[in-house]
Structures are given as C-alpha cells and as structure tokens.
C-alpha cells in the first residue's frame, strides 16, 4: 500500500514564525503536491512537483515555498505564518504522467495565532 | 477556472437509499476521479473514468460520463452509515499528473 505521511496532524504556530510542514512519500512517485482545504473552498493546488528539484506553482503559492531535494520528500515552507494561512494542508504524491490517481496524507490542521 | 463544480452541496438520506451526486466542469478533459474524505482526514482515490468511457462500476459505486455535457455522476447503491463522507470530483486536463478538485458533496447517511 501507498503510504503518505505528514509531519504533523495538528500545529499551532504564532503570526510571524518560519513555518515546515514535511510530507514523504514510500512508493518512488515522481509527483507531489501541496494543498489546502478551506470550508466552501474545496482543494486548492499551492505547489507541485514533478522530480527532484522541480517545482511549479498552483493556483495560491503566495506566501508559500517548496522544497524537494530528495524524491520521497516534499516541504511546505510558510516563510511569515499570518492568521489567514490557518488551515488544513493536504499533501499528495502520483506515479509519473497521465493524471492518474493521487495519494493523500492525514493532512495537517494550522493554526496560526 | 477548470475546477470541476459538484452537486448538490449536501445531501442526506436514510441507510439503504441510493446517493447520487453530479459533477461539472469547463474544459476538455482526459479523466475524471472521484474521491472521498472522512471527517478531518486525506482523501481516498474511488473510482476513474477515461474520456473515451461512459460507465464505470466499482462494487456499488457506479459513475457516468457526459462529455457533451461536460458531466459526470456518482451513485452509490444501498447506502450505509459508514458512507458518510464529502465527495470529490477531480478532473485531469493536461495529462500532467495535476489534477482540479471541486468543492465536494458532503454525504449524510443516517442509520
């Protein structure tokens, strides 16, 4: 089985603080992804990546950054944590092209104080 | 956008009655997934469905696919407790391994 893991399920951090949430994958994907989930929002795409040091933006990667130097790991950096990056994050990760399906984590619940 | 769009927002019936849910998007697409999630979990991969299928089963899920109308449902059969659940429709444009998720259809099954 696939396994995603998140580094965290809950974090609580204050206004301001450098923020790593890390995801690993155990399955040699090449795709991983970075969302967040918001009541009435549904599942926004922040970053993906489709190998090693590769990375593209999504829909909202304002305030966010990436980081992928190993194929298995995939971190989410809030360089200023504000109040409104409190949220749920999702990480996924797919095996190569053609849209297949993607596997999720437990996802992570920020709070930003 | 191209985010797919799910309907309704929410829905809930007994156990043992048949869920449906609907989806549509905007652009072409090469296929779409339906997911699920649990209360404050990741979401779980369903069931995908090719640009060039109509129907597709998977135990009683049964999805459908309307590319002239840029449609897509998912019914569940003979519902259960244990179904409850937010429902998600992701389609994949590009081919590119991103895919556009709706905004979910959460599902109430009471017993």
């Known amino acids: 089985d696939v396994k995603v893991t998140q580094s965290s399920r809950y974090l609580v951090k204050r206004t301001g603080e450098k923020v790593f949430l890390e995801c690993v994958q155990d399955m040699d994907h090449e795709n991983m992804f970075w969302y967040r989930q918001d009541p009435g929002l549904g599942l926004r795409l922040i970053y993906f990546?489709?190998?090693?040091?590769?990375?593209e933006k999504g829909d909202i990667p304002e305030g966010y950054s990436v980081s992928r130097e190993k194929k298995e790991r995939f971190s989410l950096i809030l360089e200023s944590a504000s109040t409104n990056q409190t949220s749920m994050y999702l990480c996924?990760?797919?095996?190569?092209?053609?849209?297949?399906?993607?596997?999720f984590g437990p996802g992570t619940r920020l709070t930003v104080t | 956008s191209q985010q797919g769009e799910e309907d309704p927002q929410a829905l809930s019936i007994q156990e043992g009655e048949n869920a449906t849910m609907n989806c549509s998007y905007k652009t072409s697409i090469n296929n779409l997934q339906w997911y699920r999630q649990n209360s404050g979990r990741g979401l779980v991969h369903l069931i995908l469905?090719?640009?060039?299928?109509r129907e597709k089963h998977s135990g009683r899920l049964r999805v459908t696919l309307d590319t002239s109308k840029k449609s897509s449902s998912l019914l569940i059969t003979a519902s259960r407790a244990a179904d409850t659940a937010s429902y998600f429709c992701?389609?994949?444009?590009?081919?590119?391994?991103?895919?556009?998720f709706g905004r979910g259809t959460q599902l109430t099954v009471w017993p």
């Open positions: 990546s489709y190998d090693v040091k590769m990375k």
């Open positions: 996924a990760s797919s095996l190569g092209t053609g849209g297949i399906e993607q596997y």
């Open positions: 469905i090719r640009s060039n299928e």
């Open positions: 992701a389609t994949d444009v590009h081919s590119l391994g991103r895919l556009y």
